[in-house]
């Protein structure tokens, strides 16, 4: 039996993905003009979704644009497109663009008007990717090749994916990257370290994307009595640190159990990782049994 067409959201239709259709002068594919957000849903409700649509607005407002729905709009499209998959009751990622639509000609200039692209699609979570996670992953250090506006969400990820890239090429999940001797983020994750205790995170700047996941363990995180520090993280202390995550939407929290080939610590996931770790499955399962998204 052949799998049915998924359904996507584009311009207000709900329709299969193979008739879905852009043009070729949308300003998102001509100049990566637009932005975008990934948005777990567990079990059919969608997670954190005021501050993912709160983020989606400030990087709109950033490369000036306004929002092209309301957040109301948006649940309703996202709970009606996540009703529309073969499995809504499944954990899936949904993963929505909205770009800047197309002009008569290619031109650098910002239109006056213009009609945004606006789209939205879901993706499974594999829960056999997180467990294979949950034993720890590899990771390098690279030089952040990217602009320094990183704290938009933008659809521009070229410098993201090559540096992904040359993770894997080391047979890497993560690159860590390293901008004036300072750890920022990962490729397509936040960053934190564990030192005597304490959990310590760069503060949000135009270095790093301010990341849902990475606000929540901070959250979880004190819930549980640990003390949390947004600070830099300098290279040096990166590598002396006894515990190293990256978090994102998708990945959840990752222990990283081997950087730049060295073992971190004695090359377990740490002690406060099973901790907040444990809390954050606490908090999905609440929100699977849950009336409301949270
Ligand atoms: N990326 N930093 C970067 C550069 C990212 O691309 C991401 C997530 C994060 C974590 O943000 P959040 O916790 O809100 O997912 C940090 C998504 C998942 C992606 O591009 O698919």
Not at 2 to 22: C, E, H, Q, R, Y
Request: proline letters at 5%.
């Amino acid at each position: 039996m052949s799998m049915p067409t998924p359904i996507v959201f584009l311009n207000g239709d709900f329709t299969p993905i193979t008739d879905a259709k852009i043009s070729v002068l949308d300003r998102g594919f001509l100049f990566a003009d637009g932005v975008y957000e990934v948005i777990p849903a567990y079990a059919g409700k969608l997670f954190r979704l005021s501050q993912h649509i709160e983020r989606l607005n400030s990087s709109l407002n950033a490369i000036r644009m306004s929002p092209p729905l309301s957040a109301q709009q948006w649940e309703s499209t996202l709970n009606k497109l996540i009703q529309q998959q073969p499995d809504p009751a499944s954990d899936q990622s949904v993963y929505l663009q909205v770009t800047r639509g197309a002009n008569e000609q290619r031109d650098h200039q910002l239109p006056e008007q213009y009609q945004a692209t606006v789209f939205a699609m879901c993706q499974p979570i594999a829960s056999h990717n997180l467990n294979a996670i949950a034993l720890g992953i590899k990771a390098i250090t690279l030089d952040d090749i990217r602009w320094d506006w990183c704290h938009i969400k933008s659809v521009a990820l070229l410098g993201n994916i090559l540096l992904k890239q040359q993770a894997a090429d080391q047979q890497c999940t993560e690159a860590i990257l390293l901008r004036d001797g300072y750890a920022t983020e990962g490729s397509a994750s936040n960053l934190f370290i564990v030192k005597n205790k304490q959990l310590i995170t760069p503060p949000k700047s135009h270095y790093l994307l301010p990341g849902i996941t990475r606000d929540l363990v901070l959250e979880l995180a004190t819930k549980e009595g640990i003390t949390c520090i947004e600070r830099e993280i300098s290279e040096q202390q990166l590598f002396d640190a006894d515990e190293v995550w990256l978090t994102s939407s998708t990945k959840e929290i990752m222990p990283v159990i081997e950087l730049n080939r060295q073992v971190v610590a004695d090359g377990q996931p740490g002690q406060l990782w099973q901790q907040v770790s444990t809390a954050y499955s606490q908090f999905k399962t609440q929100l699977r049994e849950s009336d409301n998204d949270q």
